[in-house]
């Protein structure tokens, strides 16, 4: 086979092998007598290789921003919640690294977006090599290993036991470069909050870097959406992840933006830490996008219709937000500060004695009304959540 691997000027792998003799290509090389015929043999398997790689299935993702008043107070509460979290983060904990990040690599004192990418140009060598070398063995040897390890007894490992060896490391993206992890120093840590970040809050990649290193709020959440096709099947799919609380309107724009119904398919799913909910949708490329808009919305009843909504105006979400993002850089703010600070950035919508009142009176009211809106999901669900209480004590100031 060493001899077809040098004519083809590739290894093949043991499932491209065994999926070469299923089709007779590998007897008719070995049947060869004549170079023509060889030739012949081997174009045969190199045209059955390019086959099967068009047949593999191909997929694309990304992400669009919704950024209205609602998600980006909902961001700002959440950018809150996990601060004071990380902060009392012990080893083991889901947050921990974001704790260890910011106080051995930052020592307290955040970046300026802009100084990202040098932080992170600065810090790739730092710490000990982590592995970086992936194995992978044989059936037989694999067995052989773990009856090995559940005995306790030592075992060996002959090269030839080895089916593939490869280099494998994580990586950061950010502001469109690559940075591999190969050390166990700040990156390693960065890569671990931001992985908790993005898990916790369904936040963009650039964006938990940004709050971990900078304490920048993001501007919104993620639509993100995956592209997949197979040319073997001729079906490809487009697949949504939306908050539920997303319009369907803006459902059918993110749609339209990448293809043209009755295959679909729905789930929701949840992040215990920060309460929100999402709704996957996944559609033929064919499906027109208001038919998208149609399924969503219907899915989106379904799922609040056992919960208790109330409406957050536009100024109420501006203010929340703007006040979780004000208590991040400044923890123990006054409301009189508070409203001082928002007159002096907003001159056309001054807060008077009066309003101020009513809005620090009600403020853990907008919190629990925000959280029964994206989070509604967990009403229909009957999952635990922390309690409308606990989740207020979390993100919400103590009164003036």
């Not at 001899?3 to 491209?16: D, G, T, V």
């Not at 590998?26 to 030739?39: F, H, K, N, R, S």
């Not at 089916?163 to 494998?168: A, G, I, K, L, M």
């Not at 500060?337 to 907003?346: A, G, P, S």
Request: charged content about 25%; hydrophobic content about 40%; aromatic content about 10%.
């Amino acid at each position: 086979m060493q001899e077809l691997e040098r004519a083809l000027r590739m290894r093949l792998s043991p499932e491209l092998h065994t999926a070469l003799e299923r089709e007779g290509l590998i007897g008719a090389y070995l049947a060869a007598v004549t170079p023509e015929e060889q030739q012949e043999a081997i174009d045969a398997i190199r045209a059955y290789i390019r086959r099967s790689r068009e047949r593999e299935p191909k997929q694309q993702s990304g992400a669009v921003y919704t950024t209205t008043a609602l998600e980006q107070a909902y961001v700002a509460l959440q950018a809150r919640e996990v601060s004071k979290l990380a902060a009392v983060a012990q080893q083991g904990d889901t947050l921990y690294p974001l704790r260890v990040l910011r106080e051995q690599y930052l020592r307290g004192e955040f970046l300026p977006v802009e100084g990202v990418q040098d932080w992170l140009q600065h810090h790739l060598t730092d710490g000990q090599p982590l592995p970086s070398t992936r194995l992978t063995l044989t059936p037989e040897a694999e067995t052989r290993v773990l009856q090995a390890r559940q005995q306790g007894q030592p075992v060996e490992i002959q090269p030839s036991e080895f089916v593939r060896v490869e280099q494998y490391y994580e990586t950061l993206h950010y502001g469109g470069r690559v940075y591999p992890v190969r050390f166990d120093g700040a990156l390693r840590w960065l890569w671990q909050a931001s992985r908790a970040l993005m898990r916790l809050c369904g936040w963009a990649e650039s964006d938990a870097i940004e709050f971990a290193l900078c304490n920048r709020v993001p501007d919104g959440l993620a639509i993100e959406y995956r592209a997949e096709w197979s040319l073997s099947a001729g079906l490809a799919f487009l697949g949504e992840q939306v908050p539920l609380y997303t319009s369907p309107e803006k459902v059918a724009q993110l749609y339209a933006l990448y293809t043209q119904v009755w295959h679909f398919y729905s789930h929701a799913e949840w992040s215990l830490l920060a309460g929100l909910a999402f709704l996957s949708v996944r559609a033929p490329f064919y499906t027109p996008p208001e038919k998208v808009a149609q399924l969503y919305a219907r899915v989106q009843r379904f799922c609040k219709r056992k919960a208790r909504y109330k409406g957050v105006s536009d100024f109420t979400a501006r203010f929340v937000r703007f006040v979780e993002c004000y208590r991040l850089q400044h923890p123990r703010a006054s409301w009189k500060e508070i409203i001082t600070e928002w007159n002096r950035q907003n001159p056309s919508e001054l807060i008077d004695e009066r309003r101020a009142r009513s809005l620090s009176a009600n403020y853990n009211a907008h919190l629990r009304a925000i959280h029964e809106q994206v989070a509604s999901l967990y009403v229909l669900a009957g999952m635990p959540t922390a309690s409308e209480d606990s989740a207020t004590d979390c993100v919400a100031g103590e009164p003036a």
